[in-house]
């Protein structure tokens, strides 16, 4: 049966395509993010090179993931770095509360993390009574309104420039009301310097952990990560387990086809290599560096041969950029952390393919996604997969809630398709029935009405074609 | 906190993805699509100030003799106040040994940040620094920050000003990556820099400065003959 809580995508998303302003703040965002990407990739054969090589060093790191994970963590302790390690959020959350405790930290800044996403780490923190700032800009945009990202690259594009207009008007203390992009990001800029300055602690992700030398490599365009990550005397960064690749060299490829497929930049601004706390003479840094590997139901998925794909991600964002569905229902309709292709298949591995079986429906398996990405994981094929996984319960499976998605009525219904079809005669009066009365069925009916929500009601032919062909000899003209 | 849960944590972790096992052949990988990236040192100075000129970075052109009256002059042309510098660098030995008095001041990342964290985000102009390398590729300067060149003089201060040197830029950043033999040992801290800071968080609108320099001035050693 379907659990309790199940979140259905299918409400969200019609109720999101009922807003004309969304819809036209996704539209320009996501029209704008597909022809840059396609401008950064002009020849085909050097795009599908750098997948696959980009493929490859994926598929290569997750087959040594454990290995090149000990390494990984070898050398960020002989460079000073410590390592800690979380099988689930909550023991991520209390791990970076303890050591905010231990340096008596109250005020923590972030760069944009996603896996602090994942955790819920700022509602856990300000529990705890530590000020958890966002400073990436769209994150900082969407905390002052109590909202979740609705993209993992700009978590802030549902917004249009006049809303956040208002809002900062409202809300940063002194502000007055612009709607000159460079005046609102230069009042963000006054807030959010002061709380670097002011900071005990940074916090940041991971884009790539290199094994060889022990190193959490950033990508941004702000400078923010950058700031959290020197200027507080603490610095904590959270990962997830597959973000680890064996050498320095194989980041430059992963690099250039990240920028590129998910803003349509050849490169960021800055690409920061972090690979100790501050050294001895140095004059700036933070003393200590803290790393929490989370692994949040990752090592299950990286069980499954076929599923291990998903961890390939180096979530560009470019799935969501040029899906049909998201772009128009946008990021919040699937009421997940990470939304779009990609989410549709990491949230129900991670939170249970009963839970969100909705979630796995939600898609026309159209393909878009997996010919964008960059790292060619075969997006509509897991989905299918995880489709069967929430009705049936597979020998050799590890799903997480597989089979918790089957409902009595699908079951009878398809148990009673299968009956008629194995029994001709059967068959013959079912469709005989169909046929002479299919249409006075009520569009409202049981399960028909799953159908007709949102579609017109199929209306059968008059005379089934076996019937035709019996009756018209089987003609050959 | 105790060690016990993360202990744990890493040996179950560790022990899932083992029994994982599926040690299949390693995939091979065919780096020509990064090796197509090959110019002469002429083509490659331009490609970087090109890509780099796209993202509002400002260059001046100097010559071996001359660069550090380069930057004096931009200094004063800007009437910048004061410029932050690493007196225990190459660079900033040269720079300061040509400085003559009055007009912008030279202050000297001489101590550590906390003796001064309050003046440097509010009482200085400039940054300077200097570079191991650039990328032509994309266009980008390679910084590896130390104590002589401290990690926030290339953030904090609203304009930066990195030296270059044209015969340092490689072709791409994965040929400079096995230049620089950065695979091998990196320092605490090593980064590409591309241009000013910048964002297009509102509405897709490209605006500069938003956390880091708002001015990026690339001043541009021509020494390849």
Known sequence: MHAETEVLFRDSAAQALLDPQLRANFRRAMDGLMAKRKAQFPEPQDLQDLRDLSTAIRSRSLLALPELLEQFEANCIKNGIKVHWAETCEQANELVLGILNAKGAKTLVKGKSMVSEEMHLNAFLEKHGIEALESDLGEYIIQLDGETPSHIIMPAIHKNKDQIARQFSQKIKDAKYTEDVDELTAMARKVLRQKFLDADAGLSGVNFAVAETGTLCLVENEGNGRMSTHVPPLHIAVMGLEKVVARLEDVAPLYAILTRSATGQAVSTYFNLITAPRGAGEKDGPQEVHLIILDNGRSRIYADPQLRATLRCIRCGACMNHCPVYTRVGGHAYEAVYPGPIGKILTPQMEGVGVRHDLIHGSSLCGACAEVCPVEIPIPEILVRLRREATHEDAGSNVEGRGTGRTTTEDWAWRLWAGVLKRPGLYRVASWFATRFGKALPAGAPLIKNWTRTRTTPVPARRSLSERMRAEGGRHD | ?225
């Open chain 2, 1 to 225: 906190m105790t060690n016990r849960p993360a202990t744990d944590a890493r040996t179950a972790i560790l022990g899932r993805l083992r029994a994982a096992g599926e040690t299949g052949p390693l995939p091979s990988l065919d780096t020509a699509v990064l090796e197509r990236c090959h110019w002469g040192a002429a083509e490659r100075m331009d490609r970087l100030r090109k890509g780099m000129e796209a993202v509002h970075t400002e260059f001046l052109t100097a010559s071996p003799d001359d660069w550090t009256q380069v930057v004096r002059d931009f200094c004063d042309r800007e009437g910048l106040k004061n410029l932050l510098y690493g007196p225990g660098s190459e660079a900033g030995a040269d720079l300061a040994a040509s400085w003559a008095p009055g007009g912008t001041q030279l202050m000297p990342y001489d101590r550590p940040v906390e003796a001064f964290k309050d003046e440097l985000f509010t009482g200085v102009d400039a940054g300077f620094t200097s570079t191991v390398g650039g990328v032509a590729e994309t266009g980008g300067l390679l910084l590896m920050p130390d104590a002589a060149e401290p990690r926030l003089m290339s953030l904090v201060p609203p304009v930066h000003i990195a030296l270059l040197r044209a015969s340092t830029i490689q072709d791409s950043f994965w040929s400079a990556v096995k230049a620089l033999g950065w695979g091998r040992s990196l320092p605490p801290n090593a980064l590409m820099i591309s241009g000013p800071s910048k964002t297009a968080d509102i509405e897709q609108t490209l605006a500069y400065g938003v956390h880091g320099p708002k001015r990026l001035i690339v001043v541009l050693v021509d020494d390849l003959n």
